[in-house]
């Protein structure tokens, strides 16, 4: 057999590994929905627990998940706490990666002696067939209508980042290319003369100098600086690649180049189709009296919320979408040549569209400048919708769920809490029988923001069947509520530099990004408009408590007049504490925070919760976060799911509370312990 066949059929050897990672992971989205109707089925039935695996079949499968996401979740402990992107990723990326890369390195010197100078050459050509491989897995993985996402039930966001990586090895094994040819012409002196007489080579190295841009400039730091220009950069310099690549590599191996070129159009015209169908009137002539303009449907008002948020809302809308997905959203007239990813905050059941954006600098600071000097609904302006996008499991399907959210990750959880009552209210199957939901603000103002759907949620009825409770905390602890500074106006997934965490999970994610797709702000933002001595809080309307509250359920209502009416002292200088004793009901519960100092945990004064429902527990704090799903896995009597959105501090802190007490409790391994999913969006992109 000769070499250039050899090397050929290698490298389809390297396809057979990655399609084979692929067709793994259809048959795991194919298995989970077989579970979701069958769970669905038993609860229409009346069946007990339909959440819990019965039949041996789905006994073995629920172990051999628990302990695959036990093992793909695990992180160490964060080095940098300050600085996410610098952390040691989950173990589960960590595997694959290092997967990819062994193949690859396993195939290209298969066979080889290094130390024979003879075969450097060949070693080098196979590294370029590796090379070309990999060049359609790189695109596979980059499309936003994701033939790879579909099969895996995963939305393009929570595969960036493989997106990424691929790419990186790609350089990996261009690198040994060049390097070995270069070391065998460097024996006779003829690298020089070889770049100044062989447009062969020289193509080969200006491809690898480019690839090597796209590599740099991939990087969160860099890319985030400005994202518009990164995209545009990103899509010229890949052209430039491509175009390259076909001048230095045989016909034979054109294949592998036109793959991806087909993969890509095919992306942007799927892409584009729906975006057309979306967004152009002559398709949606019923809804043309609430169109903007007579080309475009899409018509969105603004409105503007407390601390610094813009209310953007579509009536009518010409879209479906499943809760917690998002949209890249276009306003022509107010952000030209922009498109920002905003995750949708209502359901489709409104009838509207809604978004809550958190203003920062650049587009989303334009959007809330307008929405304080507009008058909706008479100023409509005409928008253009790119979505939606997101996936995640259908949550009825698990027993209990606990949904927790940090600042505007509220935008994400809310949506999907409304969704289960609403199920549980119209008598839809539901496997659900408790929902729980977790809430960290840094300003009491921004409870507003969801504070008519709280109150939806709390006056409808659910028949009995879902039992429903939410607790918000105020705390100034940054990294449950600190968005991180906007990096770029669409964002970055949650796993590079070292691996970004997802992700949108995120899965996720996901996912995720500032609502601009799971949204970020930055403090010069901030407007604290309230009088610090006119609120019971330390700081007013901001609480400067990071003290850990322990447990909520020792905070009970009598504690306000215990108290005085005064509702938080931890940043006093005069702060008085008293010891929580189980005997006496004591009703403040004293808590050490991280500075050694004793803290009361008690609730907000009956003034500051005057428009909440009263199933809403509000509290000044941070919330004990292993403490709180610990309680609720223990009351789940089949599988639970905990989803978290929010600043990558707190999903970090959910993961390592989830593989902990899934790792404590042993579940689905002979203790009675059932299963736990976990779905998070991280803040960033």
């Known amino acids: 057999m000769s070499m250039i066949m050899q090397n050929y059929e290698l490298a389809q050897v390297y396809w057979i590994f990655a399609g084979g990672a692929i067709v793994i992971a259809g048959l795991v989205n194919l298995k989970e929905k077989l579970i979701y109707r069958n769970r669905l089925a038993e609860a229409a039935k009346s069946s007990v627990d339909p959440a819990r695996p019965k039949h041996p079949a789905l006994k073995a499968w629920a172990t051999i998940t628990a302990i695959s996401r036990e093992m793909f979740s695990a992180a160490p402990p964060a080095i940098f706490p300050k600085y996410p992107q610098l952390n040691i990723p989950p173990l589960g990326p960590m595997l694959l990666i290092a997967a990819n890369i062994a193949l690859l390195l396993s195939i290209t010197f298969w066979k080889f002696d290094l130390n024979y100078n003879r075969a450097w050459e060949d070693i080098g050509m196979r590294a370029a067939w590796m090379t070309m491989a990999q060049l359609p897995l790189v695109f596979l993985m980059a499309g936003k209508r994701n033939i790879v996402g579909f099969i895996s039930g995963s939305s393009y966001e929570r595969l960036q980042w493989i997106h990424r990586w691929v790419a990186r090895c790609l350089f990996i094994t261009a690198t040994i290319h060049m390097a070995y040819f270069m070391k065998s012409w460097d024996r006779s002196n003829y690298v020089k003369i070889k770049l100044e007489t062989d447009i062969i080579s020289r193509t080969g190295l200006g491809a690898w100098c480019v690839l090597l841009w796209i590599i740099l400039s991939s990087f969160a730091p860099i890319r985030n600086v400005r994202y518009e220009f990164f995209v545009i950069q990103h899509v010229i310099s890949y052209i430039g690649f491509i175009t390259m690549v076909i001048i230095h590599s045989p016909a034979r191996a054109h294949k592998w180049v036109w793959a991806p070129i087909a993969l890509y159009f095919f992306d942007k015209l799927a892409r584009y189709a729906y975006l057309l169908y979306n967004n152009l009137s002559i398709f949606h002539p019923k809804k043309t ?34 809760p917690g997905q998002h949209v890249f959203l276009s306003c022509p007239t107010l952000l030209p040549l922009q498109s920002h990813p905003f995750t949708i905050a209502s359901l489709p059941s409104d009838n509207e569209c809604v978004f809550v954006v958190r203003a920062h600098r650049g587009g989303t600071h334009r959007l809330f400048r307008h929405a304080k000097t507009c008058l909706p609904p008479l100023d409509g302006k005409a928008v253009i919708i790119d979505g939606p996008y997101g996936r995640t499991r259908p949550l009825e399907q698990f027993d209990t769920v606990t ?9 994400f959880t809310t949506p999907l809490l409304r969704d289960l009552v609403r199920r549980a209210r119209n008598g839809d199957p539901l496997v659900t029988t408790r929902v729980k939901l977790i809430w960290v603000v840094k300003n009491r ?18 028949n009995g069947n879902l039992d429903v409770e939410a607790s918000i905390y105020v705390t100034c602890d940054d990294t449950l509520t600190k968005d991180h500074p906007l990096l770029g106006s669409e964002g970055s997934s949650v796993l590079d530099m070292m691996m970004e965490r997802n992700s949108r999970g995120s899965g996720s994610s996901s996912t995720a990004s500032d609502d601009e797709k799971k949204p970020r702000f930055d403090d010069s933002f901030v407007e604290d408009s ?6 019971p809080m330390c700081g007013g309307d901001t609480c400067c408590c990071t003290a850990t509250i322990q447990d909520e359920d020792a905070i009970l209502p009598s504690s306000l007049s215990a108290a005085g009416g005064v509702t938080c002292q931890c940043n006093k200088n005069n702060a008085t504490t008293s010891n929580t004793s189980t005997n006496n009901n ?9 500075k050694g100092k004793r803290s009361s945990g008690t609730p907000t004064s009956a003034s500051a919760r005057s428009a909440i429902p009263a199933q809403v527990h509000l509290f000044t704090g941070r919330p004990a976060v292993k403490t709180l799903i610990k309680k609720e896995l223990e009351r789940a009597a089949g599988e639970a799911a905990v989803v978290a959105c929010g600043p ?38």
Not at 445 to 462: D, R
Not at 586 to 594: K, R, V
Not at 662 to 677: Q, T
Request: hydrophobic share 40%; net charge neutral; glycine share 8%.
């Open 530 to 535: 309230s009088d610090p001595n006119s609120s």
């Open 403 to 411: 949904l927790i959210a940090g600042s505007t990750g509220a935008t």
């Open 586 to 594: 004591t009703t403040n519960n004293n808590i050490t925070n991280e």
């Open 289 to 322: 009296s609430t169109t903007a303009s007579k080309l475009l449907t899409c018509k969105a008002t603004f409105m503007a919320l407390p601390d610094r948020a813009t209310q953007i809302t579509i009536k009518n809308p010409t879209f479906t979408w499943a």
């Open 648 to 685: 990558r501090g707190l999903v970090g802190l959910v993961r390592e509370s989830v593989v902990a007490l899934s790792d404590e409790r042993a579940v689905c391994k002979g203790s009675g312990a059932m299963g736990v999913y976990l779905h998070t969006e991280a803040f960033g992109w």
């Open 445 to 462: 103002s921004q409870i507003e923001w969801f504070l008519k759907e709280l109150c939806e949620v709390f006056s409808t009825a659910t």
